[in-house]
């Protein structure tokens, strides 16, 4: 089974500044995506950034980039230029490219961006 | 993009009444469809994928009578809450996976209070 863990689960930074997200996950596969999804207040999950596991590029998305480090299982979102806008929860997430295919959340970090 | 719509966005009922929820797909077929439950300040945990034209298959621990799930359609899946109680009172989220590279679009979710 697979496993995601979020050890933050709250999180603060200043408008404009930069903040990084930490997720870890747990499997025996080697074909899977990672996730990070955002839920605004509002409750509506929106996906920020997808990553392939086969592809060794981090993927970025204007200004959320992450770090994934295969062999370490780590997946960090990096947010860069903070918005208010971003205030919101944030939840990394797992998901296998075949076979039984069921989205794994973490726990989930509350981030808030001060003015 | 594609959009999954999901009715009502909040009920209220009395305690051993049944409510059902409705998720839909409006813009694509959705092979496959997923109904999360999340309490407050905690993260989406999957009761169940529903496929259509199949049996939904439930995890570990929800009630497969409970929580009766139909799948009838491509583009519709409901979720009926039986005999709800005061502790079935959360936020109901559905989400659809589209035929194409199978990515995930999820519902506005679904406010359910158990009186």
């Known amino acids: 089974a697979q496993t995601v863990t979020q050890s933050q689960p709250e999180m603060s930074v200043q408008e404009a500044e930069t903040v990084t997200l930490s997720c870890t996950y747990d499997?025996?596969?080697?074909?899977?995506?990672l996730f990070w999804y955002k839920q605004p207040p509002s409750r509506q999950m929106i996906l920020v950034i997808r990553?392939?596991?086969?592809?060794?590029q981090n993927a970025t998305e204007n200004r959320f980039s992450v770090n994934f480090q295969k062999a370490a299982k780590s997946f960090s979102l990096k947010i860069s230029d903070s918005q208010l806008g971003d205030t919101a929860m944030y939840f990394c997430?797992?998901?296998?490219?075949?076979?039984?295919?069921?989205?794994?959340f973490g726990q989930g970090t509350r981030l808030t961006i001060n003015p | 993009g594609a959009v999954v719509s999901q009715h009502p966005s909040r009920v209220i009922c009395k305690s051993g009444t049944s409510v059902k929820i409705e998720c839909r797909s409006l813009?694509?077929?959705?092979?496959?469809m997923f109904w999360y439950r999340q309490f407050p300040k905690q993260s989406l945990m999957l009761m169940a994928t529903?496929?259509?034209?199949?049996?939904?298959?439930?995890e570990q621990g929800v009630e497969k009578d409970k929580f009766l799930i139909n799948h009838a359609s491509l583009t519709l899946s409901t979720l009926t809450v039986t005999s709800a109680h005061p502790e079935d009172s959360s936020f109901y989220i559905c989400?659809?996976?589209?035929?194409?590279?199978?990515?995930?679009?999820f519902g506005e979710g679904s406010r359910l209070t158990v009186l």
């Open positions: 989400s659809a996976r589209g035929t194409g590279n199978g990515e995930l679009f």
């Open positions: 499997t025996s596969e080697s074909n899977y995506y």
């Open positions: 990553q392939e596991a086969y592809k060794q």
């Open positions: 997430a797992f998901d296998l490219i075949q076979g039984a295919q069921k989205l794994v």
């Open positions: 813009d694509f077929q959705a092979t496959t």
């Open positions: 529903s496929n259509e034209g199949s049996k939904a298959t439930y």
